[in-house]
């Protein structure tokens, strides 16, 4: 039986890298620095290809061109205080990375096409689409660029590829307007010892990246006024003559296309967990009958600072969970 649809032209993945890195150690390793230069180049990357069932098959392998990435990674560790009772340690680890196309196969090359066509779509017309181009990041945001709504008649402004103003949307004018990579982004963290007390903490920082807010795309420029909606449908859209608005007009019912003017900064610092415990003293857990005993709570997404608001939790699951635990040893 054939168990795989064939593909004479298939080659093997072929990946060239290059890291460069010093683990410096300072006064008795109690501070450690350990920088990072990395370059990586993939060759005749390998891929699934979906196609038609009636093929008598779900996919197939496909080559889909050559990759670039390099950036940079920093791992620091400190201890600050270290004592009988007292520890105090700090972390860090933050990395840059820039990735770009270098090459594409005829196949993304179809599939270009192909995601110029859907974006025609009314179920994907205001959603920004991946595209894979030659000199482009495969984090690149692809959308017609915007000059905002027009005070005069709350219409959106676009820009044209070549370089006129309309107020009509065209396929034709996508192009990259943005790189979703951060300039950087880790997760630094401190771990505090006293005595029988422990508490450990990790925050997640990312900075100078983009993102597409469609969340006000759906829910406020896209929104129906006459249905329950979210206040800024009714006070931040465009009404009359000479309002300045970030929204098109609250009588256009129609749905935006994707457009630059919903890119945003995404900054973003998250207290991704706190872990705190307790170990009891050994002679109140021997009058229990006890070898060890332990109280601790850990919770996850305690707290979180974001230049951009989205809803969360659609396309995946999010949950805030607060958890304890009692540990003992007999």
């Not at 290059?18 to 350990?34: C, K, V, W």
């Not at 090459?103 to 270009?112: E, F, G, R, T």
């Not at 300039?183 to 771990?191: I, M, Q, W």
């Not at 406020?220 to 859209?237: S, T």
């Amino acid at each position: 039986t054939v168990n795989n649809y064939g593909n004479d032209n298939l080659s093997w993945q072929k990946t060239r890298s290059t890291d460069l890195g010093i683990d410096l150690a300072l006064f008795q390793d109690r501070i450690t620095i350990s920088p990072r230069y990395y370059y990586k180049l993939t060759k005749d990357i390998l891929a699934d290809i979906n196609i038609a069932p009636s093929t008598g098959f779900v996919s197939y392998k496909e080559n889909l061109g050559d990759m670039q990435n390099k950036g940079y990674e920093m791992n620091f560790n400190a201890f600050a205080l270290k004592k009988q009772d007292w520890t105090l340690s700090f972390m860090a680890n933050f990395v840059r990375n820039e990735n770009k196309i270098v090459k594409i196969s005829n196949a993304l090359k179809s599939y270009n096409e192909r995601v110029d066509d859907a974006q025609g779509e009314n179920s994907l017309m205001g959603v920004p689409l991946l595209r894979y181009n030659e000199g482009q990041s495969v984090d690149a945001i692809y959308a017609v660029p915007s000059l905002g709504i027009d005070p005069e008649n709350g219409k959106e402004i676009s820009l044209t590829k070549n370089g006129t103003l309309s107020y009509d949307w065209d396929a034709k004018d996508i192009t990259v307007v943005a790189v979703a990579t951060p300039k950087a982004e880790g997760f630094f963290g401190a771990t505090l010892r006293y005595k029988q007390f422990t508490a450990v903490t990790y925050l997640q920082l990312r900075v100078g990246g983009k993102s597409y807010n469609q969340t006000i795309v759906d829910r406020v420029e896209n929104a129906d006024p006459r249905y329950n909606v979210d206040d800024r449908v009714l006070a931040e859209k465009w009404k009359q003559p000479g309002d300045h608005t970030f929204y098109k007009s609250i009588s256009d019912l129609g749905q935006t296309r994707v457009s630059s003017r919903f890119i945003m900064d995404d900054n973003l610092l998250n207290l991704q967990s706190l872990f705190i415990s307790y170990e009891a003293n050994p002679e109140f857990a021997q009058k229990l009958r006890l070898s060890n005993l332990r109280i601790s709570a850990t919770t996850n997404d305690l707290m979180r600072w974001s230049s951009i608001q989205q809803e969360r939790g659609i396309s995946y699951p999010f949950a805030r969970s607060v958890s304890f635990a009692l540990q003992a040893a007999f």
